[in-house]
């Protein structure tokens, strides 16, 4: 899970679904755009992602493998979040991927002195961590949480922990912010117009 004292905006990559497995989806922006945006270009950016994402705390080397690795590991995530909605597409190739990532060796926990826990293995190892995590996120108790921001524009998924459980955005900050504003000038233009 994603620490909620950290910032939603880290290093240019956003953080706004409650849990490391759900954000790595974001790094595709815009993707109902015919040209959505990549923000994993290059291994360095998945480097700065996974420190971003507090899963390196040592500097790392990622090759064009451990890039192909992770943006298919994300595909799988956002394929099996979709699934989850009400005729969502059928999950198997997603299930697959992740199994396989999940499957591979894992980056080893160690405690630090200041009673920190950091992970340490190369970068595959990293994702194969994030794969497990995200195998018991859509297994456990949050799959029954997984909420898609309802704000036309966005695809961003996120675990509503909500006490209501009735989250609708990705962020308050981000969309639920736009859609207030435009829904209170939408109010505002009818007022006018029927005075």
Known sequence: MTPPHLAEERDGFR????????????TLQARLKPTPRELLKTPQDLV????????????????ESDLTLARSLREAI???AN???PGGPDPADALTVLNAVAAEPSATPQLTADGEVRLVGPVSALLATLARDAVRMFGGE???HIRQ???PTCTLFFIDTSRSGERRWCSMSGCGNTAKVAE???RRREAKSGA
């Open 15 to 26: 953080f706004r679904g409650g849990h490391n497995a759900i954000d790595l989806p974001a």
């Open 48 to 63: 700065r992602w996974l420190a971003a994402a507090g899963l390196a705390s040592s500097p790392l080397e990622a090759n």
């Open 78 to 80: 956002y394929a099996l």
């Open 83 to 85: 699934a989850k909605l």
């Open 142 to 144: 949050a799959a029954d």
């Open 149 to 151: 921001c309802q704000s």
């Open 184 to 186: 209170f000038r939408r």
